[in-house]
């Protein structure tokens, strides 16, 4: 059972290196080096995670299709995307572009992907404790909060013991105001929203709920994408925000999965 799980994990990691380089050709951005050990592991990373969701979800069928989809792109290329376009990494048009090829490759590979696992769904009804409004408000509104928190200390803490980021980044960096705006505003939620979602349509204890937020926001927003080289940057920038985004998002998610988790009647 479990061979054929893995198994499966690594036809999915396949299907994402065939849909990105078709993609990439389709769209005309750089098709990069061959099939190496690191996409690779990048993407089966990717598909064990995903994999892990459908497994372990409430829901089948196209509702878990949207959702797969909802988590990978929301997290593994939109929340990267717009970070790195705030920071002058990307310029407008090519984060346009990769924005486009991760919303093709996502919306492709998602169904695919839940098809592969018919078998292993279940469809089960999840009932929880009621919750107010206002309890939603508070715990959305302070997850958001927390966000802030965790990334400037984490930013703080690169630069301190990795001052070499900061010649990288000389002339790059945008205002204050932009980048707390931009986390605040938009990164924050999306964090908060992808986290309910998962809260809501997995059958698992609360602490294993706020593990696996943990893992897809480590995973899937900082990990997988960093261990690839690209054309971006160094590789001893990749490295410093593999570490920061890989420790800080896992953090973050682990507090956000107890803060907004709710018990089931």
């Known amino acids: ?49 995903l994999g892990y969701y459908i497994l372990h979800s409430n829901v089948k069928g196209y509702q878990l299709s949207l959702f797969v989809f909802i ?22 048009a090519e984060t346009t572009l990769h924005i486009l090829e991760g919303l093709l490759v996502a919306i492709t590979f998602s169904p695919i992907y839940v098809y592969l696992f018919k078998e292993n769904t279940i469809s089960i009804t ?12 508070w715990r959305i509104i302070l997850g958001n909060f927390i966000y802030i928190i965790f990334y400037i200390i984490a930013g703080l803490i690169l ?7 900061l010649q ?25 929203a992808v986290a309910i979602l998962i809260v809501r349509t997995l059958h698992l204890s609360l602490l294993k709920k706020a593990l696996f937020i943990g893992l897809v926001f480590s995973i899937l927003g900082g990990i997988a994408p960093l261990i690839q080289p690209n054309e971006l940057m160094p590789n001893y920038v990749r490295m410093g925000h593999l570490f920061e985004v890989g420790i800080s998002n896992f953090l973050y998610g682990v507090v956000l999965g107890f803060l907004l988790g709710q018990k089931k009647e």
């Open 1 to 49: 059972m479990k061979q054929n799980i893995y198994l499966k994990f690594a036809i999915g990691a396949i299907l994402l290196e065939v849909l990105f380089r078709f993609m990439n050709f389709v769209l005309g951005l750089p098709a990069g080096e061959g099939l190496t050990i690191w996409n690779f592991l990048a993407n089966f990373l990717i598909a064990a995670t």
């Open 71 to 92: 988590l990978y792109f929301l997290i593994g290329h939109f929340n990267i995307l717009i970070e790195a376009y705030i920071f002058n990494v990307t310029d407008r």
């Open 126 to 137: 999840l009932s929880f404790t009621a919750r107010s409004i206002l309890s939603w408000t």
């Open 159 to 165: 630069t301190t013991i990795y001052p070499e980021l």
């Open 168 to 192: 990288f980044y000389e002339g790059k960096m945008p205002s204050i105001d932009l980048i707390i705006k931009t986390q605040l505003l938009l990164r924050g939620f999306i964090f908060v």
